[in-house]
């Protein structure tokens, strides 16, 4: 059996797909006006200085506290079948593709959040580990109920729920420095591996 693990922002689509749901879920201006709030820890975060997972709680927090889990699924819904295709490379695509039609198990092992992204996954028949929002009493507390998916995290979150020791294969496709551990498993390790080559 092969294993095949994707990230999911920036290696299979184009763009940020959490700022793009914030974007989706509140508007414009609404969005515009959180950035600006929260711009210290957005800089401090571009800096090196705030971790990727302290950044993402201000971020939640401001937007997405008190939200009904209703009105998120809704959101969630209308995103993926509206907003996400649009998002997707193409190159992508076609190497999920393929890999489904060798018969390897395929993983996105994402930091963006599961709400939306296991809708996505649903629909083609893959398995998904991403990062949770806590929800409690149908409400939606604004903070995490894991830990963000990225970096070792993604390693840890990977062996919980897989035997990595039953794949005699590992493929790994990745674009960030949070991607970069997966290269300690992967037999082949592709960064920034779906981008159409710039004309000379």
């Known amino acids: 059996m092969k294993l095949a693990i994707f990230d999911f922002d920036g290696t299979i689509t184009t763009r940020d797909s959490f700022t793009d749901f914030i974007f989706f879920c509140f508007g414009t201006c609404r969005t515009i006006l959180g950035i600006i709030i929260l711009s210290p820890h957005i800089i401090l975060y571009a800096l090196g200085l705030e971790p990727n997972w302290k950044a993402k709680s201000f971020v939640l927090k401001y937007f997405f506290k008190g939200l009904n889990k209703e009105n998120l699924n809704k959101y ?3 995103y993926i079948s509206q907003k996400l295709p649009d998002l997707i490379r193409p ?3 076609e190497k999920l593709k393929w890999h489904q039609k060798e018969g390897h198990r395929i993983v ?3 930091a963006s959040f599961e709400c939306y992204l ?3 996954c649903e629909s083609l028949g893959l398995d998904i580990i991403a990062t949770k929002m806590e929800i409690k009493n149908e409400i939606l507390t604004g903070k995490l109920a894991t830990k963000n998916c990225y970096g070792e995290e993604k390693i840890l979150r990977l062996k919980e729920k897989h035997n990595l ?3 005699d294969y590992i493929y790994a496709y990745g674009d960030t420095k949070g991607d970069l551990p997966l290269r300690t498993i992967a037999n082949e ?3 920034k591996p779906f981008r159409k080559p710039r004309a000379a």
């Open 76 to 78: 969630a819904r209308n």
């Open 91 to 93: 190159m992508a695509l």
């Open 108 to 110: 996105i092992v994402s």
């Open 118 to 120: 296991s809708i996505w």
């Open 165 to 167: 020791a039953d794949f």
């Open 189 to 191: 390790f592709h960064y």
